[in-house]
């Protein structure tokens, strides 16, 4: 139980376009999905927690017009890297939480990542 | 400003041994933790989460949380080269189901 899955696992575009990725909870409904990004070797870093049905709330430095996020339904987000450049270039993780969940509401299960490369 | 605090190791040791990973947390509040193991290039999946003061055993691994001192660690018994990876701790920061993440110790089973 609890899989989360992430499409693509990997694109690589051109600078300029805009890329789709999409987060989706299988076997779950997720109250709350949470976007990250990890640079090689380093740290997750949370880019924006979104609750269905309602405006993503995004974290300090990271710019809402550039990083489109909609939590359509109970099992899917997606993100939208608009206008894509180079220093996108990153691994894009997202995680969900369980709604309901005995053991804890605020256990994230993790997505497989999507890998952007923009040249 | 709420912070997890891991050493980035690498932390080596034989196959066979135990493992200890260590984690401290600022915020006296928190209420729940988690590890996570992240192989290289690979997203975190989660081992452990533990809520309670105490040892709590799953297979090879024991999560032990003292809040008192606000540490949590993670021991792994009969290390496998498998288990060779990044492990990450996680602290519930007390926001709407958000958790704060350390920036990982790298564990390297030598065989």
Redesign the interface.
């Known amino acids: 139980g ?1 899989v989360v899955s992430q499409h693509p696992s990997r694109v690589i575009c051109k600078s300029g376009t805009s890329v789709k990725i999409e987060c989706r909870s299988l076997d779950f409904q997720a ?2 999905m ?1 976007w990250y990004r990890q640079f090689p070797k380093k ?2 870093m ?1 880019m924006a ?1 979104s609750n269905e049905g309602s405006k993503a709330t995004y974290e300090q430095g990271v710019e809402k017009d550039k990083f489109l996020i909609n939590h359509a339904s109970l099992t899917l987000s997606t993100l939208t890297v608009t206008s894509a450049h180079p220093e996108d270039s990153s ?1 894009y ?1 997202c995680s969900a ?1 369980i709604a309901g969940d005995i ?11 999507t890998r952007l490369t923009v040249l | 400003q709420k912070e997890v605090e891991q050493n980035s190791g690498p932390l080596s040791v034989p196959e066979g041994a135990i493992a200890s990973l260590n984690c401290t947390y600022s915020d006296r509040v928190s209420q729940s933790f988690f590890w996570y193991r992240q192989y290289s290039g690979k997203s975190p999946e989660l081992i452990m989460s533990i809520y309670s003061n105490g040892d709590k055993e799953d297979g090879r691994f024991t999560a032990q949380l003292n809040k008192a001192s606000q540490y949590v660690s993670l021991l792994i018994r009969d290390s496998q080269p498998s288990d060779s990876a990044t492990y990450l701790c996680a602290v519930n920061s007390g926001g709407y189901q958000k958790v704060t993440f350390g920036t990982g110790t790298k564990l390297q089973v030598i065989p």
């Not at chain 1, 053991?103 to 990542?113: A, C, H, I, K, L």
């Open positions: 609890a109250t709350t949470f740290s997750l949370l927690t691994f993780i939480s053991r804890g509401e605020d256990t994230q299960y993790f997505g497989p990542g």
